[in-house]
């Protein structure tokens, strides 16, 4: 099973999420970024880096090349060193995260936890869960308003969104009666 794929803004390096033993159809198998060079051939392997099982979602800081990839098996992020390719922190958040992304001021990781029906949101200075935020459903993908001021998630099983207040903490949802698992907000919030 292949992860998300994501392109470092400041970077020529392509990260890719994958489990070793997907081939063999196992869950919960072992698992590895891989970085490869973008002017280079897509099949040109930089690096591999072990992650926990079955990384589902990736979020990059680039001002400090800090990957954050959550590792849904293993309910943890795993936080790895960009410039050195290497884990260097894990944290565990709630039941089974997907989704994960970062706040404009780079301060904030917030994962979509399908099976526990939350959010986590984690403090990046320390690593630390700061915060557990109630959606209920099963939270899939997040994203987060350019001003800090929402976090949009999405919830694959119950056909709609929920929005997350920052400020409050408080949710609202919207139900779209169609199934829903990606998201994106525009650079201008609209």
């Given at each position: 099973?292949?992860?998300?794929?994501?392109?470092?803004?400041?970077?020529?390096?392509?990260?890719?999420?994958?489990?070793?033993?997907?081939?063999?159809?196992?869950?919960?198998?072992?698992?590895?970024?891989?970085?490869?060079?973008?002017?280079?051939?897509?099949t040109t392997t930089i690096d591999s880096i072990s992650t926990g099982n079955t990384p589902s979602g990736i979020a990059i800081n680039s001002a400090t090349d800090t990957l954050f990839v959550t590792n849904a098996d293993d309910n943890n992020v795993s936080i790895i060193d960009g410039i050195n390719n290497s884990v260097i922190d894990t944290v565990s958040v709630g039941e089974m995260p997907?989704?994960?992304?970062?706040?404009?001021?780079?301060?904030?990781?917030?994962?979509?936890?399908?099976?526990?029906?939350?959010?986590?949101?984690?403090?990046?200075?320390?690593?630390?869960?700061?915060?557990?935020?109630?959606?209920?459903?099963?939270?899939?993908?997040?994203?987060?308003?350019?001003?800090?001021?929402?976090?949009?998630?999405?919830?694959?099983?119950?056909?709609?969104?929920?929005?997350?207040?920052?400020?409050?903490?408080?949710?609202?949802?919207?139900?779209?009666?169609?199934?829903?698992?990606?998201?994106?907000?525009?650079?201008?919030?609209?």
């Amino acid at each position: 099973m292949t992860g998300r794929i994501t392109l470092k803004p400041n970077h020529k390096r392509l990260l890719s999420l994958t489990i070793s033993a997907a081939l063999c159809g196992l869950i919960g198998a072992p698992a590895t970024a891989l970085a490869a060079d973008s002017e280079e051939s897509l099949t040109t392997t930089i690096d591999s880096i072990s992650t926990g099982n079955t990384p589902s979602g990736i979020a990059i800081n680039s001002a400090t090349d800090t990957l954050f990839v959550t590792n849904a098996d293993d309910n943890n992020v795993s936080i790895i060193d960009g410039i050195n390719n290497s884990v260097i922190d894990t944290v565990s958040v709630g039941e089974m995260p997907l989704g994960i992304a970062l706040n404009s001021g780079k301060t904030l990781a917030y994962t979509a936890n399908f099976s526990s029906g939350n959010v986590s949101v984690i403090d990046t200075a320390t690593n630390t869960v700061v915060d557990t935020i109630e959606t209920g459903g099963s939270p899939t993908q997040v994203a987060v308003t350019p001003d800090d001021s929402q976090v949009f998630v999405t919830d694959a099983q119950h056909d709609g969104i929920h929005i997350i207040d920052t400020a409050t903490g408080q949710t609202r949802d919207i139900t779209i009666n169609v199934p829903t698992e990606g998201i994106a907000i525009s650079p201008d919030g609209q």
